[in-house]
């Protein structure tokens, strides 16, 4: 009776601390989100999109504390709409009596951690999600009016649709699969993003007159490779991690197979990308290896598990592929300015990535992945555009011609990022 006591204590102490470090380098995809995007922007916009980036992530952990977890993950609901149950910020955690009494042959039929662990590992979802947004909306939106949103997207709009799939409700009884999140966290993302980015507008020069698309380069390419690799590594948490547990044969084997499918999708998406540039601009665009890595890595979040490592690279290929024409035309046909091209990399590619589970996860179908990618994308959407448009009315969401030209740096944060190349 000890041993098997002793048994379930470790087993217990094992998958919370994996829940727990896989968290971390979700956390950590932060980090990468952050220099990404400061690589991807102008000098003068970096302080500010730096301060967004750490922002966000701390209105994601106090929202999701007080509303968003207990949304997502209520004791009750209808399918729809959850039980409002607001207990988690008041504490407590599983009962350990009740959990060692748990019998031995059902141990592995449940997935036993802490409670405490499961919030923080969705918690960093949900900053993830949220993080997308950032950099669609980049260079020109007031940083005040982001913060609001921010507050609506992880308390509300992101956990609800969260529910429908993870937490129980419709989608999942449906038959809807999402692994780790290329519907749930990225196209929503990319859903809010795109709304914000409707009502914003373009950049001042990004288009001419007579339609011509002006490029704008981002100021530090070193930093947004960094960031990708800091993406390219928080993601075997963001994928490796959902598989909740570890302490057993199977599930080691499972974790393991993720790791490797989702290294794998992420060196195809390079590829792809790289050489779809090249053919279609004659030169090898790093921008391009960057967001066919990144693309790469949402194509084979949806299931990471069931494909073949080759089968996971050909995934991830074409999402590189894809990824490379998605931002050439929202950018010079629909005239949608997205600095660093994050519709196109999580909500067009995140679309693919449900679309293609039905090839390797025979519980899929395509009618029930596209019911489900509709659905996530419709309430985003729809959301965040009632959502932005109400901050636009109240508040602005614009920064005005003449801080846009100076960099919002100075008007929104009052510093410079880089003040050596100005101040002399």
């Known amino acids: 009776m000890e041993a098997i006591e002793g048994i379930k204590n470790l087993s217990y102490a094992l998958d919370t601390f994996y829940f727990l470090i896989t968290g971390a380098l979700v956390m950590w995809m932060a980090a990468g989100f952050a220099m990404l995007e400061a690589g991807l922007v102008r000098s003068k916009n970096t302080a500010e999109i730096l301060t967004k980036n750490i ?5 994601a952990g106090i929202m999701y504390m007080l509303m968003g977890y207990n949304i997502m993950y209520p004791a009750d609901g209808n399918g729809y709409f959850p039980a409002i149950d607001l207990s988690f910020m008041f504490g407590g955690d599983n009962d350990a009596a009740e959990v ?6 059902g141990w592995y039929d449940g997935s036993y951690y802490s409670g405490m662990s499961d919030f923080f590992f969705q918690m960093v979802f949900v900053a993830t999600a949220m993080s997308i947004v950032s950099g669609a909306v980049a260079e020109r939106m007031k940083l ?18 969260g529910y429908w799939k993870w937490g129980g409700g419709f989608l999942d009884t449906m038959g809807f699969q999402d692994f780790a999140g290329s519907g749930v966290v990225h196209l929503c993302g990319a859903a809010a993003a795109l709304a914000g980015v409707l009502l914003l507008g373009a950049r001042k020069g990004k288009y001419g007159p007579n339609g011509e698309v002006r490029a704008i380069p981002g100021a530090n390419l070193p930093m947004a490779t960094l960031g990708t690799f800091i993406l390219w590594l928080g993601w075997f948490g963001f994928n490796g991690g959902s598989e909740l547990i570890l302490s057993n044969v199977g599930e080691a084997n499972a974790v393991a197979a993720v790791f490797v499918n989702t290294n794998m999708a992420a060196a195809g998406g390079v590829i792809a990308g790289i050489s779809a540039a090249r053919l279609m601009f004659g030169k090898a665009d790093l921008t391009m290896a960057l967001n066919g890595a990144l693309a790469g890595l949402v194509a084979i979040t949806a299931e990471p598990l069931a494909p073949t490592p080759i089968g996971a690279t050909l995934i991830g290929a074409f999402g590189g592929l894809l990824v490379v024409f998605a931002i ?3 950018d010079r046909k629909l ?12 909500g067009v590619v995140g679309i693919f990535g449900l679309l293609a589970v039905p090839i390797y996860n025979t519980d899929a179908t395509v009618i029930t992945q596209a019911t489900g990618m509709a659905v996530i994308f419709a309430w985003s959407f729809g959301a965040s555009l009632v959502t932005w448009g109400i901050i636009k009315m109240v508040m602005g969401i614009r920064v ?9 740096d100075i008007g929104e944060c009052g510093l410079e990022a880089y003040p050596e190349f100005t101040n002399k």
Not at 55 to 59: G, P
Not at 335 to 346: N, R, T
């Open 144 to 161: 005040w009016s982001f913060m609001v949103f921010a507050v609506v997207m992880t308390g509300f709009i992101y956990p609800l649709q």
């Open 400 to 408: 005005s011609e003449e801080e846009e030209y100076e960099g919002v």
């Open 335 to 346: 005239k949608i300015d997205d600095p660093v091209g994050a519709i196109s990399v999580h």
């Open 100 to 105: 060692l009494a748990t019998d031995i042959e």
């Open 55 to 59: 922002v966000l992530f701390a209105i």
């Open 328 to 330: 050439t035309i929202l």
